[in-house]
C-alpha cells in the first residue's frame, strides 16, 4: 500500500505553487501526512553570471530576500485553511531544482508536490524547468499540478 507521511511541497508564492499547496494539504489529511513548505532564494550570481551581466545589478541581499519570505510563509499560512496538517516552513538559498531536490532526500520526503509553472517565463529560458529538472533528479516521487486546484477537504 502506497503511504505518505512527509511531504515536501516547494513554493515561489504564485498562484501555481498555491494550488499545489492546497493540493498536498488535501492529500496529508488523507494520509496523515505532515507538509515541508519550502522556499528557495534563487542566489543572483546564478541568475545573471558575469558573462551575461558583467556590470553589477542592484539586487535585494541574500537575507532581505529571505525576512521576505518569512513573512510571505507566515501570511499564506493565516490565510490559507490547513485542516489540522503540521506545515512546517523553511528556507534555503541556491539553485531552486538542487535545493528542492536536496531538502527532499534530507527530510525522507516521500512525495514532492509542486505547481509545474513559476512566477517566471524568462527565467525558464534561461535555467530551464525547476519542475522538470525535480522530476528527473529527485529522490521521491514527484507529482506536479498544473492547474487551479480547489481543495476537496471539507471544513
Not at 494550488?19 to 545573471?48: C, E, N, P
Not at 485542516?83 to 536536496?102: A, D, F, K, L, N
Not at 534530507?106 to 529560458?125: E, F, N, P, T, Y
Request: charged residues 20%; proline residues 5%.
Amino acid at each position: 500500500m502506497i503511504t505518505f507521511r512527509r511531504i515536501l511541497v516547494p513554493t515561489d508564492f504564485s498562484d501555481n505553487a498555491l494550488s499545489a499547496l492546497r493540493y498536498a494539504v488535501s492529500m496529508a489529511v488523507k494520509f496523515g501526512a505532515q507538509i515541508q513548505l519550502v522556499h528557495i532564494v534563487q542566489d543572483t550570481a546564478l541568475i545573471l553570471p558575469d558573462s551575461i551581466n558583467p556590470m553589477p545589478i542592484a539586487a535585494p541581499q541574500t537575507d532581505q530576500l529571505m525576512d521576505i519570505a518569512e513573512r510571505e510563509f507566515t501570511e499564506l499560512l493565516e490565510n490559507e485553511p490547513t485542516h489540522g496538517v503540521v506545515i512546517q516552513t523553511s528556507v534555503r538559498v541556491g539553485s531552486p531544482y538542487h535545493e528542492i531536490t536536496t531538502t527532499a532526500k534530507d527530510l525522507k520526503a516521500d512525495l514532492i508536490v509542486m505547481g509545474s509553472q513559476g512566477r517566471g517565463a524568462i527565467m525558464h529560458m534561461l535555467m530551464g524547468s525547476v519542475a522538470e529538472k525535480v522530476v528527473r533528479h529527485a529522490p521521491c516521487a514527484v507529482l506536479t499540478v498544473r492547474h487551479q486546484f480547489e481543495s476537496a477537504v471539507s471544513e
